[in-house]
């Protein structure tokens, strides 16, 4: 019998406020973390992802009280992440109401300490957050190493017609849609161009050079209990999920992994869910302005044959 799928809304938490922006930057209100996070429990949400997504760059702690508010509210799995550094931050959220903590930053920094984390919390409280990017500087990559997995979009590209429609014109190793109308270009589709998927922190501020693929391997062998996959080309375009990164790391790891960035309506999450082997998927935007209740949404994926809790 095949897994449930879960649904999952995020809040990315800026000075106390949901916010929601494009490629990880242009960021705009969305509302008052509590509230969302009650409305999302009450409307059939399977988890909540919390994220607040300037302590690292900041070097300051998560809010802790924000985190105590929205727990209070909600009866459903809750995950935390941001500014997360040691055992003792991580104890602090989980004793203010959070399930699991989501490290990013400080386990690029100190891999070691996904390890500490499970080995005090139990692997099932910790979540590995991935912030991945196209990185097309390919010329200088060493072979010989074999730390990169290259990429190529194929012989011809996918553009964007004026209705938003895909025409895809490919023979591509994994079918990508574009990320946004300012990416829609020949440059960016440009013929056999090559790209690797390059790890991200500081909220996507600062490259690591460390290869996606690679990291999700690595995390996985030092104890993270789940993987949470963000691709920052495709986040806040509402084009649909980075099916080619997601399938990627799914065939990499055996640990479950959460698909973020992108979903902008529900048949994107019907095709990450069937065309990869993700076991979440994780949205903002489509919640956030009321396009989509998530009920409905739950509905709409149970009635196209994806096994979900309703």
């Known amino acids: 019998m095949p897994l449930t799928k879960r649904i999952i809304p995020c809040l990315d938490v800026d000075n106390g406020r949901v916010v929601k922006g494009v490629h990880f930057a242009k960021v705009k209100d969305a509302g ?33 009280n924000m985190v105590r508010r929205v727990a209070r509210v909600i009866d459903i799995p809750f995950t935390v992440g941001g500014g997360i550094k040691k055992l003792d931050d991580a104890r602090a959220i989980l004793l203010n109401g959070a399930d699991k903590v989501s490290i990013n930053t400080a386990a690029v920094k100190n891999p070691e300490l996904i390890g500490e984390l499970m080995s005090i919390f139990g692997k099932q409280c910790v979540v590995v957050a991935i912030d991945a990017k196209r990185n097309y ?15 190529s979009l194929g012989r011809k590209r996918d553009y964007m017609d004026k209705d938003k429609s895909i025409k895809n014109e490919n023979n591509i190793k994994y079918n990508q849609t574009p990320m946004s109308s300012e990416n829609n270009s020949e440059e960016f ?90 076991d979440a998927a994780l949205a903002a935007s489509i919640f956030h302005y009321d396009k989509f209740s998530v009920n409905k949404v739950k509905k709409y994926l149970k009635d196209n044959g994806i096994q979900i809790r309703i």
């Open 32 to 64: 008052d973390p509590v509230a969302l996070a009650r409305k999302y429990s009450d409307e059939g949400a399977d988890e909540l992802v919390f994220l607040d997504i300037t302590a690292s760059q900041e070097g300051r702690n998560t809010m802790k």
């Open 137 to 151: 500087e390919c010329d200088n990559i060493d072979n010989d190493k074999n730390d990169k997995n290259i990429f």
């Open 189 to 278: 589709y440009e013929q056999g161009k090559k790209f690797w998927f390059e790890v991200k922190i500081y909220g996507g501020k600062e490259g690591t050079g460390i290869d996606a693929i690679q990291w999700a391997k690595k995390i996985e062998s030092l104890g993270a209990g789940e993987i949470l996959l963000t691709s920052i080309d495709t986040d806040g375009t509402e084009y649909g999920y980075d099916l080619g990164l997601t399938k990627a790391i799914c065939r990499a790891v055996r640990i479950p992994v959460i698909a973020s960035g992108g979903c902008g309506e529900p048949k994107h999450m019907l095709d990450v869910f069937k065309r990869t082997d993700v």
